[in-house]
């Protein structure tokens, strides 16, 4: 395929020059329009707009300038190069052209080396200039496609992770709340029968005691799935991670921890862990003290109910440093590890291998919306360590807005 010539608008009210030029360019291979008059040139431009406009100065009716400034004025025009041709050949004149929007000026008599080799560069720059808008248009495009398509992305992950957690979340509420029910209308016979048979009289102390004994049990079982189920619920409003009571301030990180982990010295003792921290004495941040608390708990809390056996003892350790504008706390324990096939779902709500024990496996989960969203910054299991278990948190010193 051929490509398409160059269209070229040609306007000067002196007939001979009119046919002079068009001839000399038509020669070059270009496609030629011409006019003698400037309004009707203007109408030619707005309806074909043509790649390079040659414009006399000096025309009875509309001058060139004039034309000129309608050109530039619409949309469809203002970009075509225009190079005015004149016998005017003052200062003045030159640096008016150039003032209007111009991309050149050529006096009478026109010498056609010099005529062709400017309409030949000025043709070039327009090609590559249209070139580049469209370039330039169409990456715009793409760019705000990515961010629309990463918008319903991120929406739609949301979503999905919302019906995740509403799912697991029925399914763990089921069970407690399913054997409540079963007790309750256990509870109900149980009275429907006792009530019988006070009323045929035939109430004996052994019956009263196994009725008691029956109640006693059934209301324990009840209140303990009740408990769980309340327990649930409220360690649940903890997973949304914008919690309201938290409020950011600076403070020194390291002093903070030594406070926290103070304040777990009871379960420590307890079980006869080691509970160390080393880093940074001066490391000053601006975040949200309060979030910083619960996720130390949550991951020694972790360590002393799932790393070691009954007896065992162990070292848990956390260390903090500054990385450019980002603190780094990594924090481990020497105890049992998680095994591999774990590492990607520990984050997720309700994984928990200590079900049978009362762990509901929001723990981590909390922890982690608690880093990633309130704190805006990353948690990874490091799952290359050869005993015991590894975190990394990645954060920013300073919170944005
Ligand atoms: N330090 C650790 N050592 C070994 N296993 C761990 C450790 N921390 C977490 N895990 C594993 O990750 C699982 C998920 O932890 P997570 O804190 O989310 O739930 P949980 O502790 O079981 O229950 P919850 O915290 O809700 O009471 C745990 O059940 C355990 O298997
Ligand atoms: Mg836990």
Known sequence: ???????????????????????????????????????????????????????????????????????????????????????LNELFDLVKAFSMGAVDYLTKPIRIPELLS????????????????????????????????????????????????????????????????????????????????????QLKKSIVVNHIHRVKRSSHILLDNLQRAADLIQSLKQVSADQSHFKKQEFYLKPYLEKIIISLSPHLEKSGHKLTLTGEETLKINSYPGAFAQIVTNLVINSIQHGYQPGETGHLHFDIYSQDDRLMIIYVDDGCGIPVEYQDKIFEPFFTTARSSGGSGLGLHILYNLVTQKLQGQILCDGQVSRGTKFILNLPIELEE
């Open 118 to 201: 400017r309409v030949n560069t000025h043709l070039s720059l327009y090609k590559l200039q249209t070139e580049f808008k469209q370039k330039n248009a169409e990456l715009t495009q793409l760019v705000e496609h990515l961010q629309r398509t990463q918008t319903q992305l991120i929406e739609s992950e949301k979503m999905a992770a919302l019906g995740r957690l509403v799912a697991a979340l029925s399914h763990e509420i089921s069970t407690p709340v399913g054997i409540g029910i079963t007790l309750a209308s256990t509870l109900k016979n149980e009275a429907h029968n006792f009530e019988e048979q006070v009323d045929q009289g």
């Open 1 to 87: 395929m051929n490509p398409r010539k160059p269209s070229i608008l040609i306007v000067d009210d002196s007939e001979d020059n009119l046919l002079l030029l068009s001839q000399i360019l038509a020669k070059e291979g270009y496609n030629i329009n011409s006019d003698l008059n400037g309004y009707s040139a203007i109408e030619t431009a707005l309806k074909h707009p043509p790649d390079l406009i040659l414009l006399d100065i000096m025309m009875p009716d509309i001058n060139g300038y004039e034309v000129c400034d309608r050109l530039k004025a619409d949309s469809r025009t203002q970009d075509i190069p225009i190079i005015f041709i004149s016998a």
